[in-house]
């Protein structure tokens, strides 16, 4: 059995994610900004203080994982603020950047010397950062954001390959979470089950995918 870190970990599919890795044995490694019962009870590790777009957050959690070889690491820390043209808070659109883009690229980057050579990292995105799906518009700021986490992913996937690791670029699904106020078409745990899915046939080969949680390969 691996390590696996997991970030935003305290609900949703992070929890589900902590869950169903603890279950199937692994050492699991839940990092979030403040716990809750679900993953204190999960029998995860639990790192908190880590804000993915805080230095000493990303500090708190490279200290915790100090001398630890890393398996997967599975960047799933985000948030979702809906924007319409006309109305648009940048602050907000930025505020999404930071947590959504440049958050796991942080992440990703600080845990280098901890992920082993045939380690897996997966950037948990949104196929609403999929410029040829976006059929509705608005929600600027996750568009925008998820569609540069996109490209991270790309990059990371070119760059870390010498290393034997691959990537993996991870739509959820609709998922019934907080984010989107409960509403969606599948739970946490069948998402969590999903993703973990593509995570084990994740290889070199099909590094730097783009793909649906169900299993589909989605249009950049």
Partial sequence: MGCVVITGANRGIGLELCKLYVKAGHEVYGACRQTSKGL????????????????DGIEALTQALH????????????????????????????????VNAIGPLRITEALLPNLRKGAKVALITSRMGSIADNTSGGSY?????KAALNAAGMSLARDLEP???????????????????????????VSAE???????ELNLKTSGGFWHSN?????W
């Fill in 163 to 189: 290393r034997g690791v691959s990537v993996a670029i991870l739509h959820p699904g609709y998922v019934q979470t907080d984010m989107v106020g409960g509403s969606g078409d599948i739970t946490p745990a």
């Fill in 194 to 200: 999903r993703l973990a899915q593509r995570i084990e």
């Fill in 67 to 98: 001398g630890k070889s890393i398996d997967i690491l599975i960047n799933n820390a985000g948030i979702l603020k809906s924007q319409s043209l006309g109305t648009i808070d940048y602050a907000d659109v930025e505020r999404q950047f930071v």
């Fill in 40 to 55: 204190t009870d999960s029998g995860a590790h639990v790192i908190e203080g880590v804000d993915v777009s805080a230095v």
């Fill in 215 to 219: 299993g589909e390969q989605l249009p």
């Fill in 141 to 145: 700021g996750y568009r925008m954001s």
